[in-house]
């Protein structure tokens, strides 16, 4: 027997066995979805719910468009009837886009946009230095958004009556 042979017989005893034991898994799984059928559905119901959490968890990009739409809103409303607080809260992301400021960090099933301290492209020792940056307890006060299902949350808040300048209403 030659050892290209032995090879061959060793490999297709592996692949041999990794079927058998894929296969007994399913047989198994089977047996175990009829016996508890519940179970078996909540299971596949989390499953289908995390994974369409996962496809719809927004990007960078799908931020970077849905803020320059609201810029873009805003800037067609006259300053007068504009609501203050729409208008701060998307000029502080635009100046923060621009400024190259913006991070996203998933985690799977949701998003979280946040501000970071300084540009990747800046090279000064504050940017580079590991002790320096933001760290997990300043974390939650640099956090701007947070993106489910396809939409970042407080963009979409922070549009909700962009138009209506309460300190209008006040005088009357």
């Avoid at 009829?34 to 119901?45: E, G, I, W």
């Amino acid at each position: 027997m030659l050892a290209s042979d032995n090879v061959l017989f060793i490999s297709g005893q592996y692949f041999a066995n990794i079927y058998n034991d894929y296969r007994t898994v399913a047989v198994e799984a089977a047996q175990d979805a009829k016996q508890h059928p519940l179970k078996t559905s909540v299971y596949v119901a989390l499953l289908s719910v995390t994974a369409y959490f996962m496809k719809t968890n927004p990007s960078k990009r799908q931020f970077e468009a849905q803020l320059t739409e609201c810029v873009n809103d805003i800037a067609v409303v006259g300053e007068s009837i504009r609501n203050p607080i729409s208008d701060k809260h998307i000029q502080h992301l635009a100046c923060c886009a621009n400024a190259g400021l913006l991070r996203r960090t998933t985690f799977g099933i949701f998003s979280v946009m946040w501000i970071d301290n300084y540009d990747p492209a800046v090279d000064i020792y504050e940017a580079r230095c590991k002790l320096l940056k933001v760290g997990w307890f300043e974390w939650p006060e640099h956090i701007v958004d947070i993106g489910l299902l396809g939409h970042w949350r407080r963009l979409d808040a922070a549009m909700i009556d962009y138009d209506i300048n309460p300190e209008e209403w006040e005088d009357q």
